[in-house]
């Protein structure tokens, strides 16, 4: 009896540290997560002849079939010329919805010639990860996976099953992020790796501070068209398709829409102020945090390129082509508008604003976006999810502020969205904004983000899955 109560009692004691997850990565990890980076950055994951994505889900399975993933909870699935990868890890409560990381394993076109170093030849200089996904995004979502990793071979169990779900073609198509959301409609949460980030002193290389995103702005692409019967130039008519769509263009190029603001917005223009350089500029971001509807604030942000994005939506004339002679009235002429939607609002609304602000109906708007995006709202602020990111940055980068943001460009994201799940940007990495080569020349990402990398998924990824 006694030496069953003694074996229970040492049981108890020895089963929580089992379970629980890893206070610091040993060096083995962090090793890992370099060579892992390595050596999916010399996988020429680009859309067309060549693409080596589906290589690219190959060697990460390997890597989690070395730690504890068996055959059957790894999958990957070819789609055109890029595949998709979804990893299980079976959770103990099959009640409980599932946590999704995502992450992409498709990178944009890099020219060798126009480099310094080749763009698929990983280097390391000085501190550095040189190559093509460096930064966008192979490194973030390889430190990710390790994290997780590590957790599993630890001994962690979660109770809620946790799914890696990286696309294949994010950068182009955006089919198999379209298809992995439909398949995980179901799901709690998504943490998305292709997001997010620190910023670091340009000066002094210290961390300032931390943004997780919430929400992105619709990618929204309007062709606008004139046509004519022309004629011969020497008799010039009342109607001109030129004329007319450059009408609309400028009145079009000199519109702005109303100023918004949600909560995750006001929260960055908050925060963000008090690492404003230019007081103008921070004053600017605290009064309109207070008023959506200060004129002087929203005018003075919307002189920043940094800011012009965050106080609503935006449609810009990017292309021009009219005309069929140099002695010809223009039987055509057509523009294409580029519009970052503010979440709230569908491409139809905007495409009904613009159509409205042009005032020239001779002027035939279309949207040509197709299926690469959609519209989606934010993402709620939930208390689980800001909690477990607030813990996780503290104990990975002490006294680092966080911030909740909004991002202007567009990822995955938007499909889960489009679906009700949250799904957040939870990127670790820190970089100057003199190191941001993302889908630019000589891509780059400091090692030194490695440790804390993973502590942070130590803390965050158990906060949000027991």
Known sequence: ???????????????????????????????????????????????????????????????????????????????????????????????????????????????????????????????????????????????????????????????????IAFSGDEETTMKTGRILAERFAHAEMVLNTDGSGGALDEATGKPLYWTWDGGEKTYVDIQLEVTNAGGHSSAPRAENAIAQLSQALARIGAYRFKAEQNPLTKAYFEKAAQFESDPKLAAAMRAFAANVNDEAAVATLRTS?????????????????????????????????????????????????????AGVPEVKFTDVTGDTATESDASPMRADYVAAVDKAMAVSWPKVPVIPAQS??????????????????????????????????????????????????????????K
């Open 408 to 465: 202007s460009g567009a990822s995955d994201s938007m499909w889960y969205r489009a679906k009700g799940v949250p799904s957040y940007g939870i990127s670790p990495v820190f970089i100057k904004d003199s190191d941001d080569f993302s889908h630019g020349l000589n891509e780059r990402v400091e090692l030194r983000n490695i440790r804390p990398g993973l502590v942070y998924y130590f803390s965050l990824l158990p906060a949000l899955s």
């Open 1 to 163: 009896m006694r030496r069953t109560a003694l074996l229970l009692a040492l049981t108890a004691l020895s089963a929580p540290a089992l379970a629980a997850p890893p206070k610091a990565p040993t060096a083995a990890a962090e090793a890992q997560v370099l060579e892992l980076s390595k050596q999916s950055i010399a996988l020429r994951s680009v859309q067309g002849p060549g693409n080596k994505t589906a290589d690219v889900a190959k060697l990460y399975k390997q890597a989690l079939l070395g730690a504890g993933w068996s055959e059957k909870d790894i999958e990957i699935t070819p789609v055109d010329d890029t595949a998709y990868l979804v990893a299980t890890w079976q959770g103990s409560d099959p009640k409980l919805k599932p946590l999704v990381i995502s992450g992409h394993m498709d990178v944009v076109e890099a020219n060798p010639q126009d480099w310094t170093r080749d763009p698929f030849t990983p280097v390391v200089e000085n501190g550095y990860l040189y190559g093509r996904g460096a930064s966008d995004q192979k490194f973030s979502e390889v430190l990710a996976m390790v994290g997780l990793m590590e957790l599993r071979k630890g001994g962690y169990k979660p109770k809620r099953t946790i799914i």
């Open 305 to 357: 390129t940094g800011y012009v994005g965050k106080v609503g939506t935006t449609c810009v004339p990017t292309m021009v082509h009219g005309g069929h002679a140099v002695n010809a009235l223009p039987q055509r002429a057509t523009a294409n508008v580029n519009c970052r939607v503010f979440p709230g609002h569908t491409r139809a609304q905007i495409i009904a604003e613009l159509e409205k602000v």
